[in-house]
């Protein structure tokens, strides 16, 4: 088993910045493929997918909306994801939860249901 617990969301302007991070424990994330979706106010049952990085790190994927302005990476040494967020729009404002998935195929995952491990979720709220 792992725990990831997320932090680094808050309030920001419109155009700032903010770096998600997902501190894993239990057990090391090395070679998980891994991921961050995002869960937007009035869309409750809707979890949206955000980035991925394929368990080696040699590949990631954006959805369209944020490509060039959020970068998804890990440190294997602290055993963390992040996702770099620039040029926040209002429309980002979301609950942001990272995910894995140990035993991976070697390509990015974009569906919530091929991850097994999820963490509790930061609040982004970008203002206009």
């Known amino acids: 088993q792992v725990q990831l617990v997320e932090s680094g969301g808050g309030l920001v302007q419109a155009g700032g910045s903010l770096r998600l991070s997902c501190a894993a424990s239990g057990r090391s994330i090395s070679t998980d493929a891994l991921g961050w979706f995002r869960q937007a106010p009035g869309k409750e049952r809707e979890r949206e997918f955000v980035?991925?990085?394929?368990?080696?790190?040699?590949?990631?994927h954006y959805t369209d909306s944020v490509k060039g302005r959020f970068t998804i990476s890990r440190d294997n040494a602290k055993n963390t994801v992040y996702l770099q967020m620039n040029s926040l729009k209002p429309e980002d404002t979301a609950v942001y939860y990272c995910?894995?998935?140990?035993?991976?195929?070697?390509?990015?995952?974009?569906?919530?249901?091929?991850?097994?491990?999820w963490g509790q979720g930061t609040q982004v709220t970008v203002s206009s």
């Open positions: 980035a991925a990085m394929s368990w080696s790190g040699g590949t990631t």
């Open positions: 995910a894995t998935s140990p035993a991976a195929p070697a390509r990015v995952l974009i569906l919530g249901e091929e991850y097994a491990f």
